[in-house]
């Protein structure tokens, strides 16, 4: 019986399908117009797409989504009306945050607003209650001050209640009876603990990212409920259906909707979880990955073959501490809207036409220019074989709109309004990589870029050529690469337990049992999703400091059986606090402030098939020359090769335009291009060929 699994990646224009036979191999995609009011839609369609081929429901094995819906209400401030309870006396956590700006341009920005509260002081409660630092109870919890919170609170209309209580990570039964007295008091509300999301140390970035929680998991619940029957009506009914997550491991259905903050940046990280295995097979090890889409463009770096997760980051200023995936995100896609301000300066960004109505040259109703529009105009896009000749573009409404919001108000030409816009979104976009690489002290001609989503191979070569990259390398299917990262995701799930302890007096005795407690609670959460025991890969980290450090280092950690084994973390903290800020202390006293578990569950992993050269010649490949501009001059004769006939070993030289279904490929004057044995385009300076 054949067997499918199907990915998707909804993203602001598209939302891109991956379909694989398990029995054969074969790798089938697809686009489909977003529907932003209800992704479900879309995701609906893309799968009665694989359905009208004479599959059924009931043969597809595996479906995984990389989800914007949290991402988009959290950006956008459409999340569930929150309420919040915190220790009495501690109500001002929230709003004074870190007490400071962020680092960056914000320092300098005497206009700076820190984001708005997603809770506002009046559904702000205080609980009678306080703990210790070190978990002891000194005043017990007032339920009958409480009640009369929650009273107040009722009348708020809340949807979700976030709870905070000091110290509630080491002593949890305060915040568990003050979910048991809400769910009598607010019925129907989700409550979001602390001491269950994120029970570590430091009060704002705890309390922070409970509210985050709490704001998205009502949104987010009903919006997987809404999938799950839209999978239901398609026959789909199998357990295996998983939500991408920030870390670059997948979640169920039903870890997800409990754990809605999970999932912030869960469709970039699809892109990244790729990357790192295009690593693998090609033997790069240094990569920067570059998914431009239709609304944004998201970076991450990969070293020696591994991407950096980190365990806690920013989304639109909004601390979350949780791990993800290292991706700094920057306003820049397909769908950026160019226009002139009153001061007569051309802008781009960060406003976006999205889906709907889109750029100008869809047709759907755009007027202000896009990239795509500019794009288009300068020769890098086809009128006739968009997304493989499924749709159309309009380059007289693209040329209209650029020359009414544009050219005409700059004094300039069409061409050149075109091209100074696209110059100035990829310099946006070089910024954004330059800040997780030459910003940390990574050389960037050590890495190639590899770009991908609808938008990302049409600029990847002008901008690894203005940052001096080593080149590029463009997988087979750029257009749908975060959908394909999924196919190649486990389930993955995160532990922290804080509590402070000098690891030159601890008790590995101590130190282990942590780990095995929260090891027991790893394996049967897998368990109950369905992995034996053979499927189950366990790792664990300790999050160590230099006594009176304000910040910790994550290291690596084995198994703990005597004082050795504590002696030789130590070292290995040492080493690298060394490696990450040029010195050490190995004479200061060295704190263990967390333990950290990830959990892996193992999905049958999808080999990264290789090609055999078909002994095709290049011309074969040839599908017209038409007019390119690039850098102020136009080629009248640039040659377009269609990308399904380019055969292993071919090798090109620019200028040059690359069409297939998912994407446009543009290869600049000066590079060269060849196919790999993984259908791969890896693309260097002409000079740096060997």
């Not at 206009?111 to 070190?134: C, H, I, N, W």
Request: proline share 5%; net charge negative; charged share 20%.
């Amino acid at each position: 019986m054949a067997r499918y699994r199907i990915t998707v990646d909804t993203g602001g224009t598209f939302s891109d399908f991956v379909y694989m036979s398990e029995l054969t191999g074969e790798v089938t995609i697809s686009k489909v117009p977003s529907t932003p009011d209800d992704p479900s839609r879309a995701i609906l369609a893309g799968i009665e797409l694989l359905l009208s081929r004479g599959v059924k429901g009931s043969d597809v094995s595996f479906f995984c989504h990389g989800t914007t819906v949290g991402t988009n209400a959290l950006l956008e401030g459409k999340g569930a009306r929150t309420g919040l309870i915190v220790t009495k006396g501690f109500r001002g956590i929230y709003e004074v945050g870190e007490q400071s700006r962020p680092h960056g341009p914000a320092i300098f920005d005497v206009m700076y607003q820190k984001p708005a509260m997603l809770v506002l002081p009046s559904r702000t409660g205080e609980a009678a209650e306080r703990v210790a630092f070190d978990g002891t109870v000194i005043e017990p919890l007032d339920e009958a001050a409480l009640g009369q919170t929650l009273a107040a609170l009722s009348g708020e209309g809340i949807e979700a209640l976030a709870v905070c209580l000091l110290f509630s990570f080491l002593h949890p039964e305060h915040e568990m009876r003050v979910r048991e007295l809400a769910a009598a008091a607010l019925p129907g509300v989700d409550i979001s603990l602390s001491c269950e999301i994120v029970p570590q140390i430091r009060e704002y970035y705890r309390l922070s990212t409970t509210v985050i929680n709490a704001y998205l998991q009502p949104i987010l619940a009903r919006y997987i409920e809404k999938l799950d029957g839209r999978l239901a009506e398609a026959g789909i009914a199998t357990r295996a259906a998983y939500i991408m997550q920030s870390n670059g491991g997948m979640a169920t259905f039903s870890a997800t909707a409990r754990k809605a903050v999970t999932t912030v940046l869960s469709g970039p990280a699809g892109g990244v979880t790729a990357g790192v295995a295009l690593s693998a097979a090609t033997g790069l090890p240094n990569i920067i990955t570059f998914d431009m889409g239709g609304t944004s463009c998201d970076v991450a770096l990969i070293k020696a073959g591994e991407a950096i997760v980190a365990n806690h980051g920013k989304v639109e200023g909004r601390d979350i501490a949780v791990p993800m995936m290292d991706i700094n995100t920057v306003s820049a896609g397909g769908g950026t809207l160019a226009t002139v301000d009153r001061f007569g300066t051309l802008k781009v960004g960060p406003e976006s036409a999205g889906a709907v109505p889109g750029p100008a040259c869809y047709g759907r109703g755009g007027t202000l220019p896009t990239i795509t529009d500019c794009n288009l105009v300068l020769g890098r896009l086809s009128e006739e074989n968009f997304l493989g000749g499924r749709m159309k573009l309009d380059k007289s409404a693209a040329i209209a709109a650029i020359e009414e919001a544009v050219a005409r108000p700059l004094g300039i030409d069409v061409m050149e309004a075109a091209e100074g816009i696209v110059r100035i979104i990829d310099v946006k976009m070089e910024e954004a990589i330059k800040a997780i690489s030459t910003i940390r002290g990574h050389d960037l001609r050590e890495f190639m870029l590899l770009p991908f989503g609808g938008a990302g191979p049409i600029h990847s070569g002008a901008i690894a050529d203005s940052l001096d990259m080593a080149g590029l390398v463009v997988p087979l299917y750029p257009g749908v690469f975060s959908a394909i990262g999924l196919l190649m995701s486990d389930v993955k799930h995160d532990y922290i337990r804080s509590r402070m302890t000098r690891i030159g007096t601890a008790d590995p005795t101590e130190v282990d049992g942590v780990f095995r407690q929260l090891e027991q609670k790893a394996a049967g959460e897998l368990a109950e999703e369905g992995f034996g025991a053979g499927q189950v890969r366990i790792q664990r980290a300790l999050d160590m400091r230099y006594a009176g450090q304000g910040y910790e280092i994550t290291v690596p950690c084995g198994a703990i059986s005597g004082a050795d084994d504590l002696a030789r973390l130590r070292v290995s903290f040492d080493e690298i606090h060394k490696q990450q800020f040029g010195h050490a202390a190995p004479d200061e006293v060295v704190e263990i402030v967390s333990w950290r578990v990830q959990s892996t569950g193992l999905v049958p992993p999808v080999a990264t098939p290789r090609f055999e050269p078909t002994g095709a010649v290049l011309e074969t490949a040839l599908r017209e020359r038409r007019p390119v501009r690039f850098s102020g001059a136009m080629h009248d004769a640039c040659p377009v090769y269609q990308r399904e006939r380019l055969d292993v070993g071919h090798e090109f030289a620019g200028p040059a335009v690359i069409e297939q279904y998912d994407c446009t490929i543009v290869i600049e004057p000066g590079q060269v291009a060849k196919v790999d044995a993984y259908k791969n385009l890896i693309v260097r300076r002409r000079g740096d060929c060997a």
